[in-house]
């Protein structure tokens, strides 16, 4: 029973992004906005599966946040599917202090990337209304997202990748 839960821990912590997703803890939130759950998750997958498996779950992960999102004219999955193959090509590194901070700084380019990404969707659509203030507001919730996402990550990050080498171990 307990090796069948340690191989199944990375899929466990998987079912957890969702539910973050939509608690939407707001303590944890800066001006309203939350760091950029999935990629917590994505990183360390990512960086222990490879580049393929990163793009695959980077795909998985988008669909599974665009159908619990409301509205459906703009997508998730273009930012996570970049990042997730873009967090494969990244290779461990011995020194524990260095890795954690770039865990942090690799999280926050990523939230960096998916945000813009997202942000050119509702701009492109909406680029006839010539509103400036959607581009000021979507610049402001992707620097504050960032400024999250690269502040938490040393911790998640480093204890989700803790975990899932030893489930990945006791295989």
Not at 6 to 16: G, Q, R
Not at 53 to 64: E, Q, Y
Not at 136 to 163: D, H, W, Y
Request: proline residues 4%; glycine residues 8%.
């Amino acid at each position: 029973m307990k090796k069948s839960f340690t191989n199944k821990l990375s899929i466990i912590s998987f079912i957890f992004i969702p539910i973050i997703f939509l608690w939407h803890p707001y303590w944890l939130g800066f001006l309203g906005v939350q760091p950029y759950w999935p990629l917590f998750w994505l990183l360390p997958w990512s960086m222990i599966n490879g580049s393929i498996n990163g793009l695959v779950f980077g795909l998985f992960l988008g669909l599974i946040l665009d159908s619990l999102t409301l509205d459906n004219n703009f997508s998730q999955i273009p930012g996570l599917i970049f990042c997730g193959f873009l967090f494969g090509r990244i290779k461990f590194h011995s020194d524990i202090l260095l890795g954690h901070l770039r865990y942090g700084l690799i999280c926050a380019l990523g939230s960096f990337l998916c945000g813009s990404l997202y942000l050119s969707q509702i701009l492109f659509k909406n680029f006839s209304d010539n509103n400036s203030l959607i581009f000021i507001s979507g610049v402001k919730n992707i620097l504050a997202e960032v400024f999250l996402t690269g502040l938490f990550a040393p911790f998640i990050c480093s204890q989700l990748l803790r975990m899932f080498k030893f489930s990945r171990r006791k295989l």
